[in-house]
T-cell receptor, first 114, second 113 residues
Framework: DAGVIQSPRHEVTEMGQEVTLRCKPISGHDYLFWYRQTMMRGLELLIY????????DSGMPEDRFSAKMPNASFSTLKIQPSEPRDSAVYFCASSPGTYPLEQYFGPGTRLTVT | AQSVTQLDSQVPVFEEAPVELRCNYSSSVSVYLFWYVQYPNQGLQLLLKYLSGSTLVKGINGFEAEFNKSQTSFHLRKPSVHISDTAEYFC???????????FGTGTRLKVLA
């Protein structure tokens, strides 16, 4: 199994631009999580899905952030417009349905907004 | 509210020495506890987990952790560390009935030659 795949691995963009981060979870996993990691705030859960349905988006910082999961093998996290304070490493993780959930993390996308 | 506290932000230790990384949690309900490791420029991977039963849990790479309910702790230990153990270690919990992890702030373990 290839594990959780994220793209791009690095993204540098200018303030005000739209940014789209992509994630392919492990096949057969029912849960998908998006996290943000910064030095100041540590690892924060942004949103998670179960069977492609968003369950809890209380961690999404503002309306500029949106996430979708159109099918079981693909999810996106979009920031529009981006701001310098969005600079962070964004992780996607997936989990099988067995409770409690062990999460399998992707390698992350390092986002830099200038 | 549930929370996870990792008191040590950095722990330097010499190669082949023992190490303990501390984790304390706060919860009024049953929890499941985890330790994850993050190597440089990589995602997190599971080291070990405590679900129930024996309070001493063994994980990968020679790590183990002990669940202590009275002290609300879940400290991670390794009797002899290697240079390759240099990484950041995260303690996390899920409280019963939920699907959201609560992560600690992480402890950076630096193994010195």
């Amino acid at each position: 199994d290839a594990g959780v795949i994220q793209s791009p691995r690095h993204e540098v963009t200018e303030m005000g631009q739209e940014v789209t981060l992509r994630c392919k979870p492990i096949s057969g996993h029912d849960y998908l999580f998006w996290y943000r990691q910064t030095m100041m705030r540590g690892l924060e859960l942004l949103i998670y899905f179960n069977n492609n349905v968003p369950i809890d988006d209380s961690g999404m910082p503002e309306d500029r952030f949106s996430a979708k999961m159109p099918n079981a093998s693909f999810s996106t996290l979009k920031i529009q417009p981006s701001e310098p304070r969005d600079s962070a490493v964004y992780f996607c993780a997936s989990s099988p349905g067995t409770y409690p959930l062990e999460q399998y993390f992707g390698p992350g996308t390092r986002l830099t907004v200038t | 509210a549930q929370s996870v506290t990792q008191l040590d932000s950095q722990v330097p230790v010499f190669e082949e020495a023992p190490v303990e990384l501390r984790c304390n949690y706060s919860s009024s309900v049953s929890v499941y506890l985890f330790w994850y490791v993050q190597y440089p420029n990589q995602g997190l991977q599971l080291l070990l987990k405590y679900l129930s039963g024996s309070t001493l849990v063994k994980g990968i790479n020679g790590f183990e952790a002990e669940f202590n309910k009275s002290q609300t702790s879940f400290h991670l230990r390794k009797p002899s560390v290697h240079i390759s153990d240099t990484a950041e270690y995260f303690c996390a919990l899920i409280y019963s009935g939920t699907y959201k992890y609560i992560f600690g702030t992480g402890t950076r373990l630096k193994v010195l030659a």
